[in-house]
T-cell receptor
Framework: SQQGEEDPQALSIQEGENATMNCSYK?????LQWYRQNSGRGLVHLIL?????REKHSGRLRVTLDTSKKSSSLLITASRAADTASYFC???????????FGSGTQLTVLP | EAGVTQSPTHLIKTRGQQATMRCTPI?????VYWYQQALGLGLQFLLW???????NRGNFPPRFSGRQFPNYSSELNVNALELEDSALYLC???????????????FGSGTRLTVV
């Protein structure tokens, strides 16, 4: 089965609300990263959290990591229409430099 | 500073043909990573090149190949195209494990390959 599963698969919220996406993975990791993809184009790196960190903030983004549950969550506060995109988590577990991506959450923020 | 550039943006090929696409990383980045994003399969790791050498390969058949040039740009070739090779091919640049572990990877906008 696939390493890195996000839920929900799709999320629709009103502008100004918070959006929470979850990611689960199966093996030990060095770090976990979150990326955004607009309309099937390139990925934009949002935030990286190391395996020895539990929480990290960057602007309106808050990421948590629970290595005992092998899960992470991405919270986007005060969402904007421009946040509409697909969000992917990706795990990096070693020197192979091979990211394993989840299946993604499609976020739609309604104006 | 220019980001990671990929060309062409779109590519339409017939089954059995060969497809070639290019990636130029950010200046100073010596590694290039290729990923395939096929509908329904998500993003999957293809290849990693560093300093001109193939360092790691994902679970793809040998007809997926590539190379890295002395200027660190890279080329991905897909031979004997099959319909299921239709996908968005993304490349990412990077340098050094320390930088990657802090800043993540920098991706290009991708080449969309359609096999008919």
């Amino acid at each position: 089965s696939q390493q890195g599963e996000e839920d929900p698969q799709a999320l629709s919220i009103q502008e100004g609300e918070n959006a929470t996406m979850n990611c689960s993975y199966k093996t030990s990791i060095n770090n976990l990263q979150w990326y955004r993809q607009n309309s099937g184009r390139g990925l934009v790196h949002l935030i990286l959290i190391r395996s020895n960190e539990r929480e990290k903030h960057s602007g309106r983004l808050r990421v948590t990591l629970d290595t005992s549950k092998k899960s992470s969550s991405l919270l986007i506060t005060a969402s904007r229409a421009a946040d509409t995109a697909s969000y992917f988590c990706a795990t990096d577990k070693g020197s192979a430099r091979q990211l394993t991506f989840g299946s993604g959450t499609q976020l739609t923020v309604l104006p | 500073e220019a980001g990671v550039t990929q060309s062409p943006t779109h590519l339409i090929k017939t089954r059995g043909q060969q497809a070639t696409m290019r990636c130029t990383p950010i200046s100073g980045h010596t590694s290039v990573y290729w990923y395939q994003q096929a509908l329904g399969l998500g993003l999957q790791f293809l290849l990693w090149y560093d300093e001109g050498e193939e360092r790691n390969r994902g679970n793809f058949p040998p007809r997926f190949s590539g190379r890295q040039f002395p200027n660190y740009s890279s080329e991905l070739n897909v031979n004997a195209l099959e319909l299921e090779d239709s996908a968005l091919y993304l490349c990412a640049g990077g340098v050094g494990a320390t930088i990657l572990h802090v800043y993540g990877y920098t991706f290009g906008s991708g080449t969309r390959l359609t096999v008919v």
